[in-house]
């Protein structure tokens, strides 16, 4: 059985009195049933006496997989995650394993291949987890949107192409449109009309009634049936009813259909403008490359920034463009993010959040998931400057900035979501980082209810029981070893099922 200190990183803290440190005291003792294996805070921490993790008996994991992708160094074994489709064989699964490049080393020998990850540090209590509720899907989820007075939230199942509805009242998945043409991006929910828009990645926009929850409308893009574009990010001006989707161009078809990576062209890229009230393409503004990873809008100034991950000068760059002219008016380079891949905006302190992968992941599966720390990059939309560059979670994948309390949600896929601070506009620091799940790259923070969401796929979890200087080899020894053989690694395989963790604000 496990010690208690192994669970010491599972735990969510509440934050100390002193803001200027990102780390907290930890309190908290360990509940252990005859049911699943929990942890508990004590009374009156951070988490009100409630589990931390509430799972049935069928999904107990091991504890060393409670930071799921993060690789223990806390104790000689080590945890991997991995979110993909069901295997169907150990050989299928040692491929999938292989092509990740996910590589467990030896607490005292890592294995020189292991991609480059932040020690385990503490956690602190910002978030309070109020509530998990299961999701009935596989393979990865992207972006979410929320419907606030109707008490629902909209998940992208970018892998099964389909949309998944969940009702937050009765903490329950109500329902999943299935069948759609093309892998789900990037959502926002329209109170006004009762639907669901969103991007495709065979360049099209469509609607789904939030009555029915069945698609009633489709905009083909200006690059719908070219098989080697696609659109992902996107941002949405309800005060004009235009959706901007951001269309990417890639080296082939295959990296469309496998969820894109960084194996773009250098050209070609364009934001489609959509009226969604007439259903209708009205415009295409063409960008300065191929591969525009995150797009912010300032709705105020007029201004959408895209965050391009094409190499100018040294340098990945943002195009600002001018939504009046639709056109790119000007463009600033981004320094200390080379691989952008979210961003949001202050638009009352013109700052622009970049949230920026660090490793370029040409030719890997997952693009560039497992590789930290990532960047926060904070920049002047007036002078186009760099104000600050923090260290954050690896795999960035989306940025919210909340007005009211200052603070910055950075969702990554390494197995936690980052929280910074907005000091004032020329000064932020991390408060903490608070554990979600291997590839929950899919978070949303929903203002109006002070919550955050976020999308943890479905997980197949190795633990080694012992030192291991070279997983692949010895995963390879064991699925060659003969029947009957003792397989001790893949006698450890644990299955976690797709779920939505809930999160509350703690001040």
Known sequence: MARPSDFALCHLARRGEDRSRSGVRLGGNLNRNEGPLRTRMASGGSCGGQDFWARPPAQVIDVHACRMIRLSAQRTGRSLTLAEEPVKSYHIFLSVILALSVVVGAWSQPSPSRPPQLPMVHMSGLLRLVETIPLPTEGYMDHLAADVKGQRLFIAGEAAKSL???????????????????????????????????????????????????????????????????????????????????????????????????????????????????????????????????????????????????????????????????????????????????????????????????KAHIGEIGGGHQYEPGKLVVMDTQSGKVVQALDSVGGADNVDFDAATGRIYFTGTTGSVAVFQEMDPDHFQLLGKVPTGAIAKSGLWVPEGKRFYVAVPKHYILTPPRSTANIQADLLEELNSTKGAVKPILSNLIVEDAHLMVFDYLP
Do not use: C
């Open 164 to 358: 998944l509805v969940v009702d937050l009242r009765s903490g329950k998945m109500i329902h999943e449109t299935t069948g759609l043409p093309a892998m789900p991006k990037k959502l926002f929910y329209v109170p006004d009309t009762n639907e669901v828009w969103f991007t495709l990645t065979d360049s099209s926009v469509v609607a789904v009634s939030g009555a029915g929850y069945q698609v009633t409308k489709t905009v083909k893009l200006s690059a719908y049936g070219n098989a080697d574009k696609g659109a992902d990010n996107a941002a949405y001006d309800p005060s004009t009813n235009l959706f901007y989707a951001a269309v990417e161009v890639f080296t082939s078809g295959e990296q469309v259909e496998s969820g894109g990576g960084s194996d773009h062209v250098t050209s070609g890229a364009s934001i489609e403008v959509v009226d969604i009230k007439r259903a209708k393409l009205v415009g295409s503004i063409e960008l300065p490359g191929g591969d525009p990873a995150g797009v912010a809008l300032d709705s105020a100034a007029r201004k959408l920034y895209v965050t391009m991950g094409d190499i100018l000068a040294g340098q990945s760059h943002v195009a600002v463009v001018d939504l009046d002219k639709r056109a790119v008016v000007t463009q600033w380079p981004i320094v200390g993010g080379p691989v952008p891949h979210a961003a949001g905006v202050d638009p009352i302190h013109h700052r622009l959040f970049v949230g920026s992968r660090m």
